[in-house]
């Protein structure tokens, strides 16, 4: 992450509960309310990571391990990437004293 990204997100939190007339003590009230709303909101992602099945075939052992390892939201986008890998199809092609085609 660049230093320009790494300041938009900062920028980003920050506006969503701070303006230009916010005091200090509004911003610490704010700060604590807006931290606890994440912490909640992470601990709901891990309860539903570690509850919610999300396997469609249990036969499939590269999906099976990957949903004991990752987290819902990073096994989904693993799945779709496996999905989309399965379309292409590998075929042995010349072989050159150097290369493989």
């Known amino acids: 992450m660049n230093t320009t990204s790494c300041s938009e997100g ?21 700060y604590e309310q807006t931290l606890k709303k994440i912490v909640e909101r992470e601990i709901n992602e891990d309860y539903i990571s570690e509850h919610k099945d999300r396997l469609n075939d249990e036969n499939n052992l590269i999906l099976k391990q990957a949903a004991s390892i ?22 042995e092609g010349e072989k050159d004293d150097e290369f493989d085609t």
Request: hydrophobic fraction near 35%; proline fraction near 0%.
């Open 70 to 91: 990752y987290t819902r939201n990073i096994f989904q986008k693993f799945r779709e990437q496996l999905t989309d890998s399965i379309r292409f199809k590998s075929e």
């Open 10 to 30: 900062l920028n980003a939190f920050f506006n969503e509960f701070v303006s230009s007339k916010t005091n200090l003590r509004e911003f610490v009230v704010r």
